[in-house]
């Protein structure tokens, strides 16, 4: 039964306030922090701001007594296994249909706590309660996607396209997995080094480097090279996520300081799949052209055409690309929709379409490892967590690689995904 909830504001990776919810119940205490993205979805759940002065606008005291006072009140007694009522309860409670009015932050922070609490109450790990919820039969670790490289919205360098991402397809183990992306990281940061400058080392939000780059094949080369240096040419392959809104105007893409139409910005994928050995492309155009999205995926077989901003994790949208063969991946971000329980089922309907799940951080995290655990439990086949540095980014890492152990000590049957 749950004794109390209550929540305080704390920081997040960017040194911004978030929400951190605490739980008790007969087994323990338990707590949850949100986190916070930079490029954000216009169809997102609303995170609840306090607009005042404080912080620049951007605390969240209205969100954290949001909890204090109404949801306290209303789960305060309630059986903490009960996920799916207890959310539901919430979503009544806000009464609306973006969450706006307690805020998703508020909300979401409860129901990770929730979560936590119910697998504390049963003794058994997250990872495990996760996979009950979702009444999934199998779990596995997922393959890391990790952005070696930043631009757009999360670095101050001249990059159009966000992320860069690795990803260890011919590992065996997360483990080895993550030792993979170790060293192509640690080989990068050598070459950017030697032929920018030791500034140019310096990372973006997720972890990844910023270097002073402009043309958008150059960080593809800068990968490539680090692949050969280290050998694992065979082994990795690449991820982009475009953030296409983020330079979406008036229908036309400003790409390289140029006005690109979409079928122009779709030559230059087609271009540079056939150069580098690119397995997944995340919203490649802006978040409502379906029919782009769905032009690409049918396009290009054989690649991994990822939906963020297209379907921020939101049921309805999943279904109107699965009708509309928009993509064929779902970015998983709890924080797009706000409920574990509604994340739990936006997974389930992507993977009974045959999609792949990639769970994913946010620019502006935490430590909370919350989303290793989901991953793991819905048997997501990727989980994309930002590059192997910064603390908040390696935490979900490091929380996999404990679970990978803990399986192997207990000959679990949980096993890496290999993709």
Same mark, same amino acid.
């Given at each position: 039964m749950i004794k109390n909830i209550s929540a305080i504001e704390v920081f997040d990776s960017r040194g911004e306030p978030t929400v951190e919810a605490k739980i008790e119940t007969e087994a323990g205490e338990f707590r949850a922090i949100v986190p916070s993205g930079a490029s954000t979805g216009k169809h997102e759940a609303v995170e609840l701001r306090d607009n005042e002065k404080a912080y620049f606008g951007k605390g969240v005291g209205k969100a954290v007594t949001n909890i204090n006072l109404e949801i306290s009140k209303m789960l305060v007694g309630k059986d903490e296994t009960n996920q799916r009522e207890l959310d539901q309860l919430m979503i009544d409670l806000d009464g609306t249909e973006n969450k706006s009015r307690l805020g998703a932050n508020a909300i979401l922070a409860v129901s990770m706590a929730l979560a936590r609490a119910g697998a504390g109450s049963k003794g058994i790990p997250l990872y495990a309660y996760i996979g009950e919820l979702a009444k999934n039969k199998r779990m596995n670790l997922p393959c890391p996607a990790l952005n070696i490289i930043n631009g757009g919205m999360h670095a101050a360098n001249e990059l159009d396209i966000q992320e860069y991402m690795i990803l260890p397809v011919g590992a065996k183990s997360f483990k080895e997995a993550m030792r993979i992306a170790s060293e192509i990281y640690h080989m990068l940061k050598r070459i950017i080094e030697q032929r920018y400058g030791k500034n140019a080392t310096n990372v973006g939000d997720e972890g990844g480097f910023a270097p002073p780059l402009k043309n958008p094949e150059e960080p593809l080369r800068l990968i490539m090279k680090a692949l050969d240096k280290t050998g694992y040419l065979d082994k990795v392959k690449i991820g982009l996520d475009i953030a296409a809104s983020e330079f979406y105007c008036d229908g036309k893409y400003n790409f390289q300081s140029k006005e690109l139409e979409k079928e122009e910005l779709f030559n230059f994928y087609k271009s540079i799949i056939e150069k580098y050995p690119i397995l997944s492309i995340e919203d490649p155009f802006e978040e409502d052209d379906f029919e782009g999205f769905s032009e690409m995926t049918r396009k290009t077989k054989g690649i991994q055409i990822v939906g963020d901003d297209l379907l921020v994790t939101n049921i309805e949208r999943i279904k109107k690309a699965i009708t509309m063969k928009s993509c064929n991946t779902l970015l998983l971000k709890l924080n797009q929709i706000g409920t574990v329980s509604e994340s739990i089922e936006a997974a389930n309907i992507a993977f009974s379409a045959g999609?792949?799940?990639?769970? #994913?951080?946010? #620019? $502006? *995290? #935490?430590?909370? #490892? +919350? &989303?290793? *655990? +989901?991953?793991? $439990? &819905? $048997?997501?086949?990727?989980?994309k967590s930002g590059a192997p540095c910064r603390s908040e980014r390696l935490a979900k890492y490091n929380q996999l690689i404990r679970i990978e152990n803990e399986e192997e000590k207990n000959k679990g049957k949980i096993k890496f995904y290999s993709l």
């Open positions: 999609w792949n799940v990639m769970v #994913s951080h946010r #620019s $502006g *995290d #935490s430590e909370d #490892s +919350f &989303i290793a *655990d +989901f991953a793991v $439990g &819905i $048997g997501a086949q990727e989980i």
